[in-house]
């Protein structure tokens, strides 16, 4: 059973704000390597041929460039972009499903970019590509992402006719003088007048992203954020730390740093954050995550059934995910693999071989331990050793040198360790990536850190 209880130590929290991975995979994607091929890629398909299928379908255009975006994106007004786009997606998607042709797919995604920068026309005809490939189950979870800003009304009953079942909308902040400083600004009325539509055609779930830490945002700012989208009533929300890294992503470099709340104002908008939203009824799921108690994130996480993968919480950790499209991530068998991240270098390779495969990495056996370790922490908040007898190794020898180094954790309180396992504390979920890194053999390279966000 997951404690629903955070203690807030704002010395703790200053003191472990370290730069670290999300571990949306492990290894991250820095151990990828370009060495890894498309032979490799058949083999690791070949591994688990009986696993369900998760689809990602990643749509990069944007009709407009959000200054905090660090997505892999293009910004353009020319529709017939994607109908190029389309095109070869279809070259790729018919190359890749003859390597699933078995498999039956129970969960799709797509995300951005905008994926509903697509018109009416090129979203049916690309459903439409995908059911002829793929095997479809009939309650399969489909989500899309949208931006409010570019949607006319009945694109959410569209939406909906061509399957999609769940919508995530990117919300960020209501206060409109945030909004104008990171280039987003949009209507509210609009916002929610899509979420009631999305309810009324039979959506089962709505999906709210939040940012803290934007430029001109305080607390008593957000709050007025957080009190209307509560209001809105959303099945999940994210409240996302905003990651100030001008040098990796050139659009933030547009906002200025002497507009950002500082380090303890931050703190002050995560804490009010986490409070007005476990009165208001949602359960902490971890990291940025929040659902409402009878949603299945919520319900997986409280039956020890939660995982976690590129696309954050999930409660179907069984399947391979298959990734189409530019700079899209596939996690198949033991295995991670990454299409090309450039537009340009995607259609040449889809152009010349029928796939765009870059990089990847084969995982050892050691990696898929660790992987279970953090990924057990992540969602469960609690690690039993006996559990992983399985796995041929007794825990506590296997794992020495790495509990070795969780220890100062013990000793601040964020962590409890017994003779059966690990028990994360209240005051230590909110640093749960703190106490994942213990176990991280690549976070031992020091320079690793400065390619991450901070924890907080």
């Not at 459903?127 to 095997?135: G, K, P, S, V």
């Not at 409070?275 to 108690?293: C, E, K, T, V, W």
Request: with cysteine; glycine share 6%; hydrophobic share 40%.
């Amino acid at each position: 059973m997951v404690t629903q209880t955070i203690e807030w130590d704002p010395v703790l929290l200053q003191k472990y704000n370290i730069s670290g991975p999300r571990y949306t995979s492990y290894p991250t994607a820095l151990e990828f390597s370009e060495a890894y091929r498309e032979a490799d890629f058949i083999r690791a398909s070949q591994r688990t041929p009986h696993r369900p299928l998760s689809l990602y379908i990643h749509i990069p255009f944007c009709h407009r460039l959000c200054y905090f975006c660090g997505c892999n994106k293009v910004v353009t007004r020319h529709q017939h972009k994607a109908d190029d786009y389309l095109e070869a997606l279809a070259v790729e998607i018919a190359s890749r499903a003859a390597l699933f042709r078995n498999r039956t797919v129970t969960q799709m995604h797509w995300g951005g970019g905008t994926p509903t920068f697509l018109s009416k026309a090129q979203i049916s005809t690309l459903m439409a590509l995908l059911r002829q490939h793929f095997a479809f189950s009939d309650e399969a979870e489909l989500s899309i992402e949208i931006d409010p800003r570019e949607i006319e009304a009945d694109v959410i009953d569209h939406l909906f006719a061509a399957g999609f079942t769940r919508l995530s909308m990117g919300v960020q902040d209501f206060n409109k003088e945030v909004q104008e400083k990171v280039n987003r600004v949009q209507d509210e009325q609009t916002i929610v007048a899509l979420i009631e539509r999305a309810k009324r055609v039979g959506f089962s779930s709505v999906n709210l992203d939040l940012i803290y830490g934007l430029p001109k945002q305080t607390p008593e700012s957000f709050a007025f954020t957080l009190q209307k989208v509560i209001a809105l009533n959303p099945d999940r929300l994210s409240v996302f730390n905003y990651a100030h890294m001008p040098a990796h992503f050139a659009a933030q470099r547009k906002i200025k740093e002497a507009d950002l709340p500082d380090p303890q104002q931050k703190l002050t908008i995560l804490q009010q954050s986490i409070a007005a939203l476990m009165a208001s009824g949602y359960q902490f799921i971890g990291m940025d995550h929040f659902a409402r108690p009878e949603d299945e994130l919520a319900v997986a996480q409280r039956e020890g059934k939660l995982h976690r993968n590129f696309q954050g919480y999930t409660t179907q950790g069984d399947n391979d995910l298959l990734g189409l499209g530019v700079s899209a991530i596939s996690m198949i068998g033991d295995g991670y693999a990454q299409n090309q991240k450039g537009l340009k270098e995607w259609y040449d390779a889809v152009a010349k071989q029928g796939t765009a495969l870059w990089r990847g990495v084969e995982l050892s056996g050691d990696d898929i331990l660790r992987r279970e370790v953090i990924k057990t922490l992540m969602c469960n908040f609690s690690l039993d050793f006996a559990a992983f007898t399985s796995h041929g190794v007794t825990f506590t020898d296997y794992f020495a040198e790495d509990l070795a180094l969780l220890e100062p954790l013990i000793a601040d309180g964020l962590v409890e360790r017994s003779e059966k396992g690990l028990q994360v504390t209240s005051k230590g979920r909110l640093l749960v990536r703190n106490i994942c890194m213990c176990f991280d053999r690549y976070l031992r390279q020091q320079t690793r850190l400065q390619q991450f966000s901070r924890v907080i």
